[in-house]
């Protein structure tokens, strides 16, 4: 399972079989149930998941005490509250799995340990932190560029496995809708 992980750090720096061996034992790895919270709003932050099979998901519960999703992450890819880990405080998030889930995960001590002994690895996160940070950007154009009804059209025309892939009501809590004004898109597309 660990090749995963392997061969995504291969996409964007090189490491040698020895030095992976190495670098993998910074971190840990979980088995996580569906619908099984890594982490509460007020807990700190102190781990970085990496999906290795599965699918989680960070999403805060606003003013109104409604589940407000902010971004899902399926295999290869990082999920934490990047600011509360950077800074070891409490988080205002919750990570949740959406469906039963292999991760991969290291603490910020272990990630600073781990950069210092392979540079080399600064280069991997730092195309990691790009690659969440233009995704960050390029949501924030589609909820200020388009309509809802156009901004989930853009979703299951970019992502169709995706929006397959997770449940309605999550894919409604992300886009910022009900899942009853998501149920009526849903008809007039079918229509």
């Given at each position: 399972?660990?090749?995963?992980?392997?061969?995504?750090?291969?996409?964007?720096?090189?490491?040698?079989?020895?030095?992976?061996?190495?670098?993998?034992?910074?971190f840990d790895t979980k088995e996580v149930a569906k619908?099984?919270?890594?982490?509460?709003?007020?807990?700190?932050?102190?781990?970085?998941?990496?999906?290795?099979?599965?699918?989680?998901?960070?999403?805060?519960?606003?003013?109104?005490?409604?589940?407000?999703?902010?971004?899902?992450?399926?295999?290869?890819?990082?999920?934490?509250?990047?600011?509360?880990?950077?800074?070891?405080?409490?988080?205002?998030?919750?990570?949740?799995?959406?469906?039963?889930?292999?991760?991969?995960?290291?603490?910020?001590?272990?990630?600073?340990?781990?950069?210092?002994?392979?540079?080399?690895?600064?280069r991997y996160f730092r195309f990691v932190y790009q690659?969440?940070?233009?995704?960050?950007?390029?949501?924030?154009?589609?909820?200020?560029?388009?309509?809802?009804?156009?901004?989930?059209?853009?979703?299951?025309?970019?992502?169709?496995?995706?929006?397959?892939?997770?449940?309605?009501?999550l894919i409604a809590s992300y886009l910022g809708f009900?899942?009853?004004?998501?149920?009526?898109?849903?008809?007039?597309?079918?229509?």
């Amino acid at each position: 399972m660990l090749d995963i992980f392997k061969k995504h750090i291969a996409k964007f720096a090189q490491v040698s079989d020895d030095e992976f061996e190495e670098i993998k034992k910074f971190f840990d790895t979980k088995e996580v149930a569906k619908k099984e919270n890594l982490l509460e709003e007020g807990q700190l932050c102190r781990h970085h998941y990496f999906v290795l099979n599965g699918l989680l998901r960070k999403f805060y519960i606003n003013e109104k005490g409604i589940e407000q999703t902010t971004e899902f992450a399926i295999e290869t890819w990082w999920l934490t509250d990047n600011f509360a880990y950077e800074r070891q405080v409490s988080t205002e998030f919750y990570i949740q799995a959406v469906e039963k889930s292999m991760i991969l995960y290291i603490t910020h001590e272990k990630q600073e340990r781990l950069l210092e002994e392979f540079p080399i690895m600064e280069r991997y996160f730092r195309f990691v932190y790009q690659r969440a940070y233009a995704a960050a950007q390029k949501r924030i154009k589609f909820l200020f560029s388009f309509s809802k009804e156009e901004f989930y059209f853009q979703a299951i025309n970019n992502y169709p496995e995706f929006v397959q892939r997770v449940p309605q009501y999550l894919i409604a809590s992300y886009l910022g809708f009900t899942p009853e004004y998501l149920s009526e898109i849903r008809k007039r597309l079918l229509s």
